[in-house]
Nanobody, 121 residues
Framework: QVQVVESGGGLVQAGGSLRLSCAAS????????MGWDRQAPGKQRELVAS???????HYADSVKGRFTISRDNTKNTVYLQMNSLKPEDTAVYYC???????????????WGQGTQVTVSS
């Protein structure tokens, strides 16, 4: 069974940095797009950033120039480097990965359990 596990959240002051990691494990034949969403209290979940298997990236306008998404395909891991953090970045951050477990299996979007990021002013 495939698992997606995030790490790296925490408490940081405004202007600071955090790096989130997310590793997929289990029976994996291929991983397509990987990404990060976030959900702040009382708000809808929103896309933060995504990256294809060949490295094409996409960012929400609110994080462009501050966040960088990257991945290591040899480790089935995606990272989110967050710089110049603002209080409005406070949210639970969820990793997701589009995974094919076997060569003839369907693609399945897997989600992590979430990691809390809190930015104090």
């Amino acid at each position: 069974q495939v698992q997606v596990v995030e790490s790296g959240g925490g408490l940081v002051q405004a202007g600071g940095s955090l790096r989130l990691s997310c590793a997929a494990s289990g029976e994996i034949f291929n991983i397509g797009i990987m990404g990060w969403d976030r959900q702040a209290p009382g708000k809808q979940r929103e896309l933060v950033a995504s990256i294809t298997s060949t490295g094409t990236t996409h960012y929400a306008d609110s994080v462009k120039g501050r966040f960088t998404i990257s991945r290591d395909n040899t480790k089935n891991t995606v990272y989110l480097q967050m710089n110049s953090l603002k209080p409005e970045d406070t949210a639970v951050y969820y990793c997701n990965a589009d995974i094919k477990e076997r060569i003839y299996a369907n693609w399945s979007l897997e989600w992590g359990q979430g990691t809390q990021v809190t930015v104090s002013s």
